[in-house]
């Protein structure tokens, strides 16, 4: 099999979340575990750290790789879901695997798979634990799929565990509180372990405190052991200042490449754990940070996260998709000047598509539209329910119609803000 024919066999053989959804959820490690031990448990022959979180742990583990990366380490980095290639998923110094990798270890695995019947994400944690060990990179920054007590990246025995935060996602499978969803969430964190928690919530602290009393795991809430400051928005780029709790500067003029208001939260994140990883004998100088920060998506090739991809009309997509992701697109969109503001958005099935809705801005134009996956909720579904909340707009068959017709409509002084989904997002990059 070439490439494609690999690509197309894991599509059609193993039953893939982003496209069918819950029923592709394994609610086990077994085929997991069982895969590495038939490759040798390649997962226990690199050092990891291990993101979990709702919203921001892309981001924050994109930013991490980008800082070990620019200080010389080889810098392993596992994400999903993946917007344009397969590759992107599993990543070294920035550079995807190699297509031969993926057409041989699934040649290779092929018995294997056929014998166990693995999830598409089972086989891709697998692939990239296999390619991390294969090349012995330093360190590997692994983002957790889905939730985190179950999720298949959860058979690592990590350097350092961290949670961005806590948001309703995914209900029907990690439960319907923000405790609850904590505790699938918490399940990453390993006995002795230090754990950062990007954000302070009063629902949740308490799972995570009780969890670290319980596992002996030094605990650290990076929003309560610093802050930012000065922020400000020019040029592409988001520079701010952080000092720790007592005001005193850390870093003054930090500037990112990522310049979402929110990613505010993920860099104090960031902070907070190499500041834990700097005892652990890392060598990473504040000529590495800030020099990783100002370049994050040219490093890792991170792409969807308040992205421009157009001007006159200024046109930003953003793979924010569910209440607080939207909450935080809607902060930005509030943040940035336009005359007109028009919406290319599409959802799939399983969010929370009226808590989302309720969100969106009445005087705004909207151009609803479906991605191509069976998840998809179709655009007229989508446009009738959006009517409820005095949204008004027509609806297309796809994404690219979508924005066509938007950018056909828009005058230069007006925005046009894709999202509501990954996936749109993907069609549109």
């Known amino acids: 099999m070439d490439y494609a024919q690999t690509l197309d066999y894991l599509y059609a053989k193993l039953p893939m979340f982003t496209r069918v959804g819950a029923v592709a959820y394994k609610n086990d490690l077994h085929n997991t575990v069982a895969m ?39 810098t392993g980095l596992y994400t999903s879901p993946h917007l344009k290639d397969f590759r992107e998923r599993i990543r070294i110094n920035g550079e995807m695997v190699p ?21 598409f994400f089972e086989v891709t944690v697998a692939m990239a634990f296999s ?31 961290v949670i961005t935060n806590i948001s309703l996602d995914h209900t029907n499978m990690l439960g319907n509180t923000l405790a609850e969803i904590a505790g ?19 629902q949740t602290d308490h ?23 000065e922020v400000k928005k020019a040029h592409d780029l988001l520079t701010l200042s952080v000092a720790d709790s007592e005001g005193h500067n850390l870093y003054r003029d930090l500037q990112l490449d ?11 994140t960031v902070i907070q754990s190499l500041q834990i990883l700097k005892k652990l004998d890392y060598t990473i100088t504040d000529v590495s940070l800030y020099a990783a920060l100002r370049q994050v998506k040219q490093l890792t090739g991170l792409q969807g996260r308040w992205q421009t991809i157009g001007t006159c009309p200024l046109i930003v997509c953003d793979t ?17 000047p336009y005359q007109q503001l028009h919406i290319v958005i599409g959802m799939v099935k399983d969010k929370d598509i009226s808590g989302v809705l309720k969100l969106l801005p009445a005087n705004a134009i909207y151009y609803f539209c479906q991605p191509n996956l069976e998840r998809a909720l179709p655009a ?32 230069k002084d007006d925005m046009i803000f894709v999202g509501g989904s990954t996936f749109v997002v993907a069609e549109v990059l």
Do not use: W
Request: one cysteine or more.
């Open 36 to 74: 590495c031990e038939k490759l040798g448990n390649p997962q226990d022959k690199f050092k990891s750290i291990h993101i979990g979180g709702t919203n921001g742990k892309g981001s924050t583990s994109h930013m991490l790789a980008a800082v070990f990366q620019q200080a010389g380490y080889k």
């Open 99 to 119: 297509q031969d990798f993926v057409i041989d270890f699934v040649a290779q695995q092929a018995e294997t798979i056929e014998e166990l019947s693995p999830s």
């Open 131 to 161: 390619y991390f060990a294969q090349e012995q990179v330093d360190i590997a920054i692994i983002e957790v799929g889905l939730g985190g007590r179950l999720d298949s990246t959860n058979i690592i025995s990590p350097l350092l565990s």
């Open 184 to 202: 699938e969430k918490a399940g990453i964190i390993k006995p002795g372990i230090p754990v950062v928690i990007g954000e302070r919530q009063s």
């Open 207 to 229: 799972v995570f405190i009780d969890k670290a009393l319980e596992t002996g795991s030094p605990l650290y809430f990076a929003a309560e052991q610093m802050m930012i400051h």
């Open 258 to 268: 990522l310049t979402g208001l929110y990613q505010l939260k993920n860099v104090l």
């Open 320 to 336: 924010g998709h569910n209440i607080a992701g939207i909450e935080e697109v809607m902060r930005n969109i509030k943040d940035t």
């Open 380 to 411: 007229t579904e989508l446009t009738e329910m959006a009517a409820k909340y005095q949204l008004k707009g027509n609806s297309f068959n796809s994404v690219s119609d979508a924005l066509d017709f938007a950018k056909a409509q828009a005058t």
